[in-house]
Antibody, heavy 120, light 109 residues
Framework: QVQLVQSGAEVKKPGASVKVSCKASDYTFTSSGISWVRQAPGQGLEWVGWISAYNGNTNYAQKLQGRVTMTTDTSTSTAYMDLRSLRSDDTAVYYC?????????????WGQGTLVTVSS | QSVLTQPPSVSAAPGQKVTISCSGSSSNIANNYVSWYQQLPGTAPKLLIYDNNKRPSGIPDRFSGSKSGSSATLGITGLQTGDEADYYCGTWDSSLSAVFGGGTKLTVL
């Protein structure tokens, strides 16, 4: 059964960085991509970006360009999302989802979510 | 303000049918596939419909999707109390970003 297991909750101060991990299992990691979606408390879904686990190509949401970096470690089938210069409005649950080798919105499998709280 | 417009809430009685609309534009829905997600409280979203009208395995045929022009619709028949959830549409935009609707809360009366 395909599984995506994310790292635990984080509390960060404004201006800091956070790195969330997403470990995949039970499928060929390099034949897929990983998308990240976030959800602020009580709000809707917001796409953060996508990375190909095949070749490392990325596509980031315009509003986060310059602050977000997505990477993968194919040796451990793990994807990472690094968000810098954190602001209070970055407080959200961050989800990873299995995507294709090109970005789609067909997320059949999701991680359990990681709450990132930005507070002074 | 979301790029895709959904009604904030819809409601219907058990056993009835409900539709949830998702309105976009020529920059997004009109030229791209639409997906629909169901989110129960405190859980990750679940894919209900992809490529406008396809159901992943395990999703009952009570759920259906359609698209016409720059709008899409999710239909749910034979409503059950377990269908109470938030529903989101999503698609790609010409800005090369994925966009979601603001979400619709379904209440089964």
């Amino acid at each position: 059964q395909v599984q995506l297991v994310q790292s635990g909750a984080e509390v960060k101060k404004p201006g800091a960085s956070v790195k969330v991990s997403c470990k995949a299992s039970d499928y060929t990691f390099t034949s897929s991509g990983i998308s990240w979606v976030r959800q602020a408390p009580g709000q809707g879904l917001e796409w953060v970006g996508w990375i190909s686990a095949y070749n490392g190509n990325t596509n980031y949401a315009q509003k986060l360009q310059g602050r977000v970096t997505m990477t993968t470690d194919t040796s451990t089938s793990t994807a990472y999302m690094d968000l810098r210069s954190l602001r209070s409005d970055d407080t959200a649950v961050y989800y990873c989802a299995r995507d294709d080798i090109v970005p789609t919105l067909n997320f059949h499998y999701w991680g359990q979510g990681t709450l990132v709280t930005v507070s002074s | 303000q979301s790029v895709l417009t959904q009604p904030p809430s819809v409601s219907a009685a058990p056993g009835q049918k409900v539709t949830i609309s998702c309105s976009g534009s020529s920059s997004n829905i009109a030229n791209n596939y639409v997906s629909w997600y169901q989110q129960l409280p405190g859980t990750a979203p679940k894919l209900l419909i992809y490529d406008n009208n396809k159901r992943p395995s395990g999703i009952p045929d009570r759920f259906s999707g359609s698209k016409s022009g720059s709008s899409a619709t999710l239909g749910i028949t034979g409503l059950q109390t377990g269908d109470e959830a938030d529903y989101y549409c999503g698609t790609w935009d010409s800005s090369l970003s994925a966009v979601f609707g603001g979400g619709t809360k379904l209440t089964v009366l």
